[in-house]
């Protein structure tokens, strides 16, 4: 279906989301919340997607860009209600669970919220004009979509500290020392590099690749036992699947695996 604010396309087994204000580059603004909910339902229900890629629409002036966060103007205008502090980013949530991996191809600014969009996917490739941070402070608020609890998490307590006390941004070397990105690549081969990672993951086992992602999900809500006790529960449920049986009939008769997701 076509959506007002993101571009939705699929290539084989993998899904692209653009978003596409440029004229805004690409804030977050309520009709954008409502699309990303739907787009994310409408890829968790086709069996056909096996990796996502989420990036942004260049800006009206041809730069790259990713998100710059919420749209301010919007929530600023005369009689606009508050952002709910949780409510408004149900988005973010339902992007992290997803059961399918998700690559952030960060083009340009990824800040406040767009940094937040960033932090709940899976890997995030990085172009090397990409800028990156989180200026809420600035503003005088905090991050509404969870960076106070994610940017810690993925990069350690000091340097998100750092990161959110100052509000400064940082680019995308500085950004992929401390972990923040996976991997930085020329402007001009973002969205190709994000797409050689795609379909590789892509031909990984589904149901394997839905279970180490929620291992590691749910595992970092828990204490090391309670996920170590995850962790077993769904290995058992990967031992008896039909592709723990085909991966390993594969490689013995040393030929390329064909999963199928069960």
Do not use: W
Not at 202 to 220: D, F, H, Q, T, Y
């Amino acid at each position: 279906m076509p959506y007002d604010t993101l571009i939705y396309e699929k290539e084989d087994a993998i899904a692209i989301i653009t978003l596409n204000r440029p004229q805004r580059l690409n804030a977050i603004n309520h009709q954008l919340s409502v699309d990303l909910m739907q787009v994310l339902d409408e890829i968790a229900a086709d069996e056909e997607v096996r990796a996502v890629i989420l990036t942004g629409a260049p800006r009206t002036d041809g730069r790259p860009c990713f998100c710059a966060g919420a749209d301010i103007k919007e929530i600023s205008a005369p009689g606009a209600r508050p952002l709910p502090i949780r409510t408004k980013y149900t988005f973010f949530d339902k992007l992290e669970d997803l059961d399918k991996p998700v690559i952030a191809a960060i083009g340009g600014v990824a800040i406040g919220g767009g940094l937040e969009l960033a932090l709940v996917c899976d890997l995030r490739i990085a172009s090397d004009v990409a800028r990156l941070g989180m200026g809420e402070i600035k503003l005088g608020v905090l991050p509404a979509g969870g960076g106070t609890a994610r940017l810690p998490r993925l990069i350690g307590v000091a340097k998100a500290k750092e990161l959110l006390f100052f509000g400064d941004h940082i680019d995308a070397e500085e950004a992929c020392h401390i972990g923040l990105v996976n991997k930085v690549v020329p402007a001009e081969s973002l969205l190709d590099e994000a797409k050689r990672i795609a379909k590789e993951l892509a031909e990984r086992p589904p149901l394997a690749l839905k279970m180490a992602k929620s291992c590691i999900n749910v595992g970092m809500r828990m204490d090391l036992a309670g996920a170590l006790d995850y962790e077993a529960k769904c290995a058992a449920i990967l031992g008896s699947s039909e592709d723990r049986i085909e991966g390993m009939q594969a490689f013995i008769e040393k030929r390329k695996p064909v999963f199928k997701g069960r």
